[in-house]
């Protein structure tokens, strides 16, 4: 990793006053040094606002209701928001698994950032980050030292994990539009949420027989859909590091559990993927589900992306379990 000199480091949140923090909830792009830097102790309720706003949105069902279309909506952004963090944030980004052009890149990128997730740099670096210390006091989502809780969601809402190391991730920053989806991380999910709302407006006129509304459509295409799909891709952190099978001996606790795959659209196989990151595939067996590497054969069939690196024959003769 190259060393950065200490002036490209920038101090976090101001700790004076609660406005610069309140400032930054339309934007991340915080740059911290490496290391330690990224494992927070302490919720930063200020900044942790809105993700605490987007569960409370979830409630609105009580007043909107349900509809099909509103459900099918909510559901179909869940399973191309899941392909975009599976796919692009985290075998992409974070591990470059296969290549592919600028402008698919770019798009898939966008389609991940309006998972409310933050943006690619920030995602990326905070995952090379935990291959590198996974399990160990520096890894910032332990379940093993810190309990369910601070695995699966307390860390991501410390001033600390609001940073990104960007050393960690010199490859991405050279293209701005990555830099620019990083610093306004905020402005997908909400165009996202203005789309909804017009969406269920439209159909209210044009199609009333499908009993949907602007609020019903904002609360289940946006609100119910985003904080399911958070709390499924967070659970690669906390229980695939707890429950399920290890056929290879990591350094780490990582496990394979086909119902964290079915749920991750095949991330469940992490302890395949904490023993060889490289592969655009993660469940390495035939019958191990993983419909992120289905979808991309398809995507590399029309050639959308290519270069997609396999499984080493060498992986399976390490394995200590079938
Ligand atoms: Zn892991
Ligand atoms: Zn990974």
Same mark, same amino acid.
């Given at each position: 990793m190259q060393d950065v000199p200490p002036t490209a480091i920038q101090p976090s949140a101001a700790r004076a006053s609660p406005w610069p923090r309140l400032g930054r909830w339309l934007g991340g792009g915080t740059v911290r040094g490496e290391g330690e830097g990224l494992v927070g102790h302490r919720i930063d309720w200020v900044r942790a606002a809105p993700f605490l706003a987007l569960h409370a949105g979830c409630l609105g069902m009580l007043w909107t209701g349900a509809s099909p279309v509103a459900v099918v909506v909510a559901a179909s952004l869940y399973l191309l928001r899941m392909f975009a963090i599976t796919a692009f944030y985290h075998r992409y980004f974070s591990h470059r698994a296969f290549r592919t052009s600028r402008v698919v890149q770019a798009l898939f990128a966008t389609i991940g950032a309006s998972s409310a997730q933050r943006g690619p740099l920030w995602w990326a670096a905070h995952h090379r980050h935990h291959h590198r210390h996974a399990d160990t006091a520096r890894d910032p989502h332990s379940p093993a030292r810190r309990g369910f809780f601070w695995s699966h969601v307390g860390w991501f809402l410390t001033e600390e994990a609001?940073?990104? $190391?960007?050393r960690r991730v010199q490859d991405l920053v050279r293209y701005p539009e990555l830099r620019w989806l990083d610093r306004h991380d905020a402005v997908v999910p909400l165009l996202l949420a203005v789309a909804l709302y017009g969406l269920g407006a439209l159909l209210q006129r044009v199609a009333p027989e499908l009993a949907t509304n602007g609020p019903q459509m904002l609360v289940w295409g946006f609100f119910v859909s985003t904080v399911a799909l958070f709390h499924a891709t967070v659970t690669i952190n906390s229980l695939a590091h707890r429950f399920g099978r290890r056929r290879f001996a990591t350094r780490d606790n990582s496990r394979n559990n086909a119902w964290l795959a079915a749920l991750t659209l095949g991330e469940g196989w992490h302890n395949n993927h904490h023993f060889y990151?490289?592969?655009?595939?993660?469940?390495?067996?035939?019958?191990?589900? $993983?419909p992120t590497w289905y979808g991309l054969r398809v995507m590399q069939a029309l050639g959308l992306v290519w270069d997609l690196r396999p499984v080493p024959a060498w992986v399976m003769d390490k394995a200590v379990r079938p």
């Open positions: 609001f940073a990104t $190391d960007r990151p490289g592969s655009v595939r993660q469940g390495f067996r035939w019958y191990e589900f $993983d």
